[in-house]
């Protein structure tokens, strides 16, 4: 796929009714297809230092400060076998398993079920030390998009999910105890199916997924860098493997969803 890519119209083409009619629509198809342009791109110039490396999983960020807060985006590539990118977004963007795998969690709010693929999200995460306690407001769209580099009529799509952030008038920013922050972020899974399974029925052995995932994360207000960057260099690892094995353990026993 080149950058001639039409991604809104395969957005587009991906969404139910609800999140096309919907007001935030045109934000979300902006948002979906710059961060799935992007997290296809690779590491691409930007100048990304490795900063996790573990079996498969890499992490890498870059360091950005705006207004002297740390906003370090992120990058990390992974790979599971036995698991699609269907499975994998399917459990990250459903609220009913969220409390099984995140571990930053403290609260969760669905503040607007927009449609079966756009949930509207208020959560509050646990406080790091010694700052003020975060929360976030943010809407989630899942989708998927043909995958060019296994072009044959019935690969398996490339599955995402993408979280960013939104104002909501029900939830002012920076009212209580809790700072506001803000997020962009995409979890994607490209599902990469063993020659050897052609011409039988696929096994979970067959399978590969592919991740990729980005984290642009704005703190909001003070925070020590070096208390953010430890608290970053210590969690996106945790979440990124702690996740996969949860999506390994949920799926294992069941049909495999391409
Ligand atoms: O992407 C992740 N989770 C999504 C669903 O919850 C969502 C959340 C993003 C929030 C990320 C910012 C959290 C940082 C502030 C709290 C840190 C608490 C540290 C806890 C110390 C005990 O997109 C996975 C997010 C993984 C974050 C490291």
């Given at each position: 796929q080149t950058s001639q890519t039409n991604w809104g119209?395969?957005?587009r083409a991906a969404a139910t009714n609800a999140s096309l009619k919907h007001p935030y629509w045109p934000d979300i198809e902006r948002v979906v297809a710059e961060?799935?342009?992007s997290a296809r791109m690779g590491l691409g110039k930007g100048a990304w230092q490795l900063f996790v490396e573990d079996g498969e999983m890499k992490m890498y960020r870059r360091e950005v400060e705006e207004d002297?807060?740390?906003v370090d985006p992120l990058k990390a590539t992974?790979?599971?076998k036995g698991i699609t990118g269907r499975e994998l977004c399917h459990y990250f963007f459903y609220p009913e398993y969220r409390y099984d795998w995140e571990g930053t969690l403290e609260?969760?709010?669905v503040v607007d079920k927009i449609a079966e693929d756009t949930i509207v999200f208020h959560q509050i995460h646990k406080r790091i030390w010694p700052t003020a306690q975060r929360d976030a407001t943010f809407w989630s769209h899942l989708t998927h998009v043909p995958d060019e580099e296994n072009k044959t009529d019935d690969s398996p799509h490339i599955w995402a999910t993408i979280n960013n952030s939104v104002d909501l008038p029900s939830y002012p920013p920076n009212v209580g105890k809790h700072i506001r922050i803000y997020l962009t972020i995409i979890l994607m899974g490209q599902t990469v199916i063993s020659?050897?399974?052609k011409g039988r029925e696929?096994?979970?052995d067959d399978i590969t997924c592919k991740i990729t995932y980005c984290a642009v994360v704005?703190?909001?207000g003070w925070a020590p860098s070096s208390v953010l960057r430890a608290v970053y260099k210590r969690e996106y690892p945790k979440f990124l493997k702690r996740f996969t094995a949860y999506v390994l353990e949920k799926t294992k026993n069941l049909p495999i969803k391409l």
């Open positions: 119209e395969l957005i961060q799935i342009r002297g807060l740390v992974h790979q599971v609260t969760m709010n020659p050897a399974a696929l096994k979970r704005n703190p909001g």
